[in-house]
């Protein structure tokens, strides 16, 4: 664990020392942010900040990771395949966010990115396969549960699970990224409870992992901060919330991912309500209400009269007593 912690401030030394460098070459090209039209009149001031500022995570997460278990990468041991499930993950996922920001900045639909039917076949395709390698090259077949000391075998139906789960928390943290500060904090805390899990179980490569991750988050809020001098993007968004999915599985506690996870799972079921319900009154009254002021949750709060910054603290909050609640379950 002294070793984890050692990680988090040299991963946090190194994300912020490159974070001006990063800010000036996005000015430079213009990965500038589009803001939606209909979103709160306060997010206008924000059009034109530097967008993909996951590279700021990525970068650093990957550069570390790789460079403590090059022996066992080269040696092709458990420990060096195991890692590059989550590396592969992260930068598979950053990609695709980084195709999608750079679209929406410059592409043909420019401030909607790729379309939704295209990002989708892209991440089933992929998190199929990541799938398959949790399966069968790690050998990930269970599932735990709070006080049944023994693991229970979910055999091949392991594969669409870990499809559902690492795909709904990629989106979930992608709606969770739209306040300053939101979605790197409320990351940072979901990686340090299952650093904390990972820690008890025993698999020390994991909460490195994890703790290097929450030190570039932090490096990042660094310049998240509200008024933000970056913004996340999907390239960051997508790549934690898909690895926040495989950490998940890996450990074996993926059901206690809805609970650590709480503040981006409550973000996509409010999307998902929100949709739901107007289609479903639409067509039966003719007009469609809806639940919410605005989704995804954060922009509910916002048009109740709530500051940014009270929204990022009060969520906040309500994620860290959430990731404690999943860390004390995890010992049951």
């Known amino acids: 664990m002294d070793f984890a912690l050692l990680l988090a401030s040299i ?39 530097p967008t993909m500022g996951g590279l700021m995570i990525v970068v650093p997460v990957l550069l570390i990771t790789l460079a403590l278990n090059i022996y066992n ?34 592409g ?4 909607e990115g790729l379309r939704a039917r295209q990002k989708i076949v892209w991440e089933l395709l992929i998190t199929f396969v990541i799938a398959l390698v949790l399966h069968f090259g790690l050998g990930l077949r269970s599932v735990a549960l709070p006080g049944v000391p023994e693991k229970i075998d ?19 943290v992608n709606l969770t990224d739209g306040l300053d500060g ?56 997508l790549a934690l919330g898909a690895t926040l999915g495989t950490v998940a599985l890996m450990t074996g506690q993926w059901l206690l991912l809805p609970i650590v996870a709480l503040v981006p799972v409550a ?19 003719g007009q469609g209400r809806r639940v919410f002021k ?15 910054t009270q929204v990022v603290q009060r969520f906040w909050l309500v994620e860290m007593m959430a990731a404690m609640a999943g860390v004390a379950l995890a010992l049951i």
């Not at 043909?108 to 401030?111: E, K, L, N, P, Q």
Request: net charge positive; glycine share 12%; proline share 3%.
């Open 154 to 172: 979910i055999g091949y139906f392991y594969v669409p699970i870990a499809m559902f789960i690492i795909i709904g928390s990629s989106n979930a």
């Open 73 to 106: 990468l080269l040696g092709r041991t458990v420990i060096g395949r195991s890692i590059l499930v989550p590396l592969g993950v992260m930068l598979v996922y950053a990609v695709i966010g980084a195709i999608d920001d750079i679209a929406g900045v410059r």
């Open 11 to 49: 991963s946090f030394l190194l994300a912020v020392g490159w974070g001006p460098l990063l800010i000036r070459i996005l000015r430079r090209y213009g990965i500038g942010k589009r803001i939606r039209i209909d979103g709160p009149r306060g997010h206008q001031t924000k059009l034109g900040t």
């Open 267 to 285: 973000e996509a079921l409010s999307v998902i309500i929100q949709v739901a319900y107007f289609k479903y009154t639409k067509r039966k009254y």
């Open 108 to 111: 043909m639909r420019r401030g």
């Open 294 to 308: 605005m989704t995804p949750l954060h922009h509910h709060f916002e048009l109740l009269g709530w500051s940014e």
């Open 182 to 237: 939101l979605a790197g904090i409320i990351v940072a805390s979901a990686f340090v409870a299952y650093g904390v899990i990972a820690l008890l179980q025993g698999q020390v490569y994991l909460v490195r992992f994890c703790f290097t991750v929450v030190g570039a988050c932090f490096a990042f809020l660094w310049y998240n901060a509200h008024p933000a001098q970056m913004f996340m993007g999907d390239t960051g968004s």
